[in-house]
């Protein structure tokens, strides 16, 4: 398991109160950092005006409003630059950046690991309108991972591929 320095352990501590003994932690990005081409953002501009034109011919304005907000959301999106967040695997829980999710919250994770494209944690909670959380290995050892949280969780085998909207997301740059 990797070690976590005192200095770690003590900031941990006074941010989170009563999250447990750090077994495993590392960095990851808040959202996947993409560097998108020129042709990227060409490609984008004419399927959404290709979108804004049809909404209008077949006045579906609500159709409309959704392209264009869509639009807004990744021009601020991709001026944003996402930040590093820590991840600790405690024997209470998982720690992403500021939430915290107790192992009574959890229903079963699986890891997803075909590097250098995919290294996922993934974690399902046992409330059915909490979604999925899906967590960047980075370059932590997913075996480590996996030991220190097969004794609080159930694994699920049967997820052997990343799911299809995070495939989505990354193939196009999302």
Do not use: C
């Not at 995919?118 to 991972?145: G, H, I, M, R, S």
Request: proline letters at 5%; glycine letters at 4%.
């Amino acid at each position: 398991m990797e070690n976590v320095s005192q200095e770690q352990e003590q900031v941990f501590d006074d941010d989170i109160v009563d999250a447990g003994h750090i077994e495993v932690s590392w960095q990851t990005w808040e959202y996947p950092p993409h560097e998108r081409s020129i042709y990227w953002f060409i490609a984008a501009g004419v399927i959404g005006a290709a979108l804004l034109v049809y909404s209008v011919v077949t006045a579906n304005y609500l159709f409309a409003i959704i392209v264009l907000m869509m639009g807004v959301i990744m021009l601020i999106d991709g001026l944003r630059h996402p930040d590093r967040i820590d991840v600790h695997i405690t024997d209470s829980g998982i720690v992403v950046g500021e939430e915290y999710y107790d192992f009574n919250m959890i229903k079963d994770f699986s890891i997803i690991y075909e590097p250098p494209e995919v290294k996922v944690l993934y974690v399902d909670f046992n409330n059915l309108l909490q979604p999925l959380l899906v967590v960047p290995l980075e370059d932590v050892d997913p075996n480590a991972v996996r030991d220190s949280l097969l004794p609080y969780a159930f694994e699920n085998l049967s997820r052997e591929e990343e799911a299809l909207t995070d495939m989505v997301k990354r193939l196009y740059k999302l």
